[in-house]
């Protein structure tokens, strides 16, 4: 499992714990440069590269199967990981293989339009005079509270790592799995926010177009961002994301 930029193992959220019963390891490396104590120095392509296949080859060395995850960045690097080796499996989270979204804030005016909309329509069933405003303030507090809880952690540790140096890495580390990036043969399941502030919807579909299999599905998720999974609610996600590895006795847990 692999996560992402400025970032750590947590960007996945309670999904570790939903498929335990499905593995009987479940590597969640941390990238260089990152964790609460590490020196933003230390990150670079070259060690988070190597780092990357190095755990790949480690898990190789002991199991017959591997399920590879990714989350932004390391969606990006997950990509390239099933690009070039043995994947039984592919989920990818938010995939950076392309960043920033410059149709982030229309979609969110949209999104809280129709919601509104639809909210007070299944409400007027009940009560027809039911009012607009309270449900488009409702709608905007989940949108905002989804935000605060999905940042306020990241932003509390690397706030002060953010910086040119970081990202032109972060860029180099995008191009390095997009230019090497060979087709993905294994089943591959893509979950994306629609309300993604960073990643827009090209990248999601670059990543489906790159998978030849044809066991593959993009998930676009109502009312979320980027960091999907630390968000409140997506236990949905998380069941759909076990099901996928559940389907054809894919998983490799084996009976002692």
Partial sequence: MIHGYLSDPEDFGQLPKAMEHLYDEISMPLLPG?????????FTMEKTIELVKEKYMELASRC??????????GGALATWVAGNNPVNKLVLLAPANHYFSPKFGF??????????????AEEK??????????????????ML??????FKYAMSIYKDRLNFGSF??????????????????CPTLILWGYLDELVPLRSVEYCLECCTNENKELVIIPGVGHMMLRAEN?????EKIVAFLEENDGCQKTND
């Fill in 168 to 185: 032109r890495t972060l860029r180099k580390v995008v191009r390095y799995c997009n230019d090497n990036l060979q087709k993905i043969s």
């Fill in 145 to 150: 509270k989804n935000d605060t809880t999905a």
């Fill in 107 to 120: 979609r969110r005016v949209k999104y809280l339009f129709q919601a509104t909309k639809e909210t007070r």
């Fill in 64 to 73: 017959d199967q591997i399920d590879v995850f990714g989350m932004s960045m």
């Fill in 34 to 42: 990152h964790g609460p104590n590490a020196d933003i120095h230390d």
């Fill in 125 to 142: 069933k009940e009560n027809p005079k039911v009012r607009v405003i309270p449900h488009f303030v409702d709608v905007f507090k989940k």
């Fill in 234 to 238: 997506m236990e949905k996600a998380i």
